[in-house]
């Protein structure tokens, strides 16, 4: 099994930044890739950000390109993801996830095998 515990999240204004971590824990040579997702009121878990523990390129939803930035500290088994020029609309809670196998459709929830418990991001206008 695998734990990852989430961090960082609070309450910014808009065009401010943040930057949440997730460790992992346990058997974390299972790893094979990591992302991140977002799920706002209402609305369905949202695909943020992926990276490939063995180094390869990472990948970005559409809303966050050029803004976030998704990056990985092996010898920690830690991921991050810095977030800047924030939006209100980028307001959710924001969930890590692990792949056991890195999948093709790396943006579909699905294809992850573990997953944090949350933390909350609040971009105020």
């Known amino acids: 099994q695998v734990q990852l515990v989430e961090s960082g999240g609070g309450l910014v204004q808009a065009g401010g930044s943040l930057r949440l971590s997730c460790a992992a824990s346990g058997r974390t040579f299972t790893i094979n890739s990591m992302g991140w997702f977002r799920q706002a009121p209402g609305k369905e878990r949202e695909f943020v950000a992926n990276?490939?523990?063995?180094?390869?390129?990472?990948y970005y939803g559409d809303s966050v390109k050029g803004r976030f930035t998704i990056s990985r500290d092996n010898a920690k088994n830690t991921v991050y993801l810095q977030m800047n020029s924030l939006k209100p609309e980028d307001t959710a809670v924001y969930y890590c996830a692990a792949m056991k196998f890195f999948s093709a459709r790396y943006y579909d929830r699905t294809s992850y095998d573990y997953w944090g418990q949350g933390t909350q991001v609040t971009v105020s206008s």
């Open positions: 990276c490939c523990w063995s180094g390869a390129r990472p």
